[in-house]
């Protein structure tokens, strides 16, 4: 099975940043697509940003374009989401999916392998 392990996490004032990874085993995901979801308390799970593991083609939701950032790190099989001006709604559970695809996955339940999740919590 493949695992994601999602780290970074934490309590940030608004305005600052925080970098989260989500650290793959198993597989090198050279045909995967690997995205970012985050879900708040009685929300659906929601689409952040997203990368083709082998061009390092990247997508984002409107709401989080010129703040934040999503890479990948080949070697180590990571995924990071570089966040930047942090606001009180981008509070979320974070969560890092991957699933094998030729083009952009931005649903939820079409994602094959799911992390944990990192808790976000940004004060204001």
């Known amino acids: 099975q493949v695992q994601l392990v999602e780290s970074g996490g934490g309590l940030v004032q608004a305005g600052g940043s925080l970098r989260l990874s989500c650290a793959a085993s198993?597989?090198?995901?050279?045909?995967?697509?690997m995205g970012w979801f985050r879900q708040a308390p009685g929300k659906e799970r929601e689409f952040v940003a997203g990368?083709?593991?082998?061009?390092?083609?990247?997508y984002y939701t409107d709401s989080v374009k010129g703040r934040f950032t999503i890479s990948r790190d080949n070697a180590k099989t990571t995924v990071y989401l570089q966040m930047n001006s942090l606001k009180a709604e981008d509070t979320a559970v974070y969560y890092c999916?991957?699933?094998?695809?030729?083009?952009?996955?931005?649903?939820?339940?079409?994602?094959?392998?799911w992390g944990q999740g990192t808790q976000v919590t940004v004060s204001s």
């Open positions: 999916g991957a699933v094998q695809a030729r083009f952009p996955i931005r649903v939820a339940s079409d994602y094959d392998y």
């Open positions: 990368i083709r593991w082998s061009s390092g083609d990247t």
């Open positions: 198993g597989r090198t995901f050279l045909s995967y697509a």
